[in-house]
């Protein structure tokens, strides 16, 4: 899965945030986007399901231009009971959360990509009873934000476990769970394009 070596992300500056995307890449083979252009809305969310060396899924916030990222190995649930690991990988480019196709796999992350839903996001998370900014809220390492989306809906809360930037998602017990729905293994296809991994092999 495409984590950076030591598990952790140092702190960005607002001129550099794309700099790690782009260093492992090379853009030119992977097809992937360069982070040219912006894209409109400011608080979309997306999940990409992404089957490379390992299947896992790729949750997505955005956060003024780029969309701050985390791995998924299980999947998102919506049972407020099962808590996944979210490993925090580097930050997209906002263009990113349109992207569905096959990186080739001589390319870093090689393997395919769909959009398994998308979406906006409120930010719900607060400190002494005031709101607290979603990047703010990152460096801080717990986060909750009201997902609305096609597969996942209601609140999420993240929390970064102490001393590594590898954090629990977790649903809240609102309107949105659903202990009996299983979306992350019954639901593989994008919510754009209608196709699953297994049919980006076949082209």
């Not at 870093?108 to 719900?124: A, C, E, I, K, R």
């Amino acid at each position: 899965m495409p984590f950076c070596r030591d598990g952790y992300l140092p702190r960005m500056t607002r001129g550099d945030r794309l700099d790690e995307y782009r260093r492992k890449r090379d853009l030119s083979q992977s097809g992937e986007p360069s982070g040219g252009r912006r894209k409109g809305g400011g608080d979309q969310f997306v999940v990409q399901r992404h089957d490379a060396s390992s299947l896992h899924f790729d949750f997505r916030l955005q956060v003024g231009e780029v969309l701050v990222s985390w791995a998924v190995p299980k999947g998102p649930s919506v049972d407020p009971g099962e808590k996944r690991l979210a490993v925090r990988t580097e930050d997209h480019p906002v263009d990113y959360a349109d992207f569905e196709g096959r990186i080739p796999s001589d390319q870093y992350g090689g393997g395919t990509v769909v959009v398994w839903d998308s979406g906006t996001y409120q930010n719900l998370t607060e400190k002494d009873g005031r709101e607290v900014p979603v990047t703010d809220a990152v460096e801080d390492g717990h986060l909750v934000v009201r997902l609305d989306g096609e597969k996942l809906a209601g609140a999420f809360a993240m929390t970064r476990m102490r001393g590594r930037d590898q954090w629990l998602l977790v649903k809240k017990d609102d309107q949105g769970a659903d202990r009996r729905r299983k979306p992350a293994k019954t639901q593989p296809e994008s919510v754009l394009s209608g196709w699953t991994n297994e049919d980006l092999e076949d082209q």
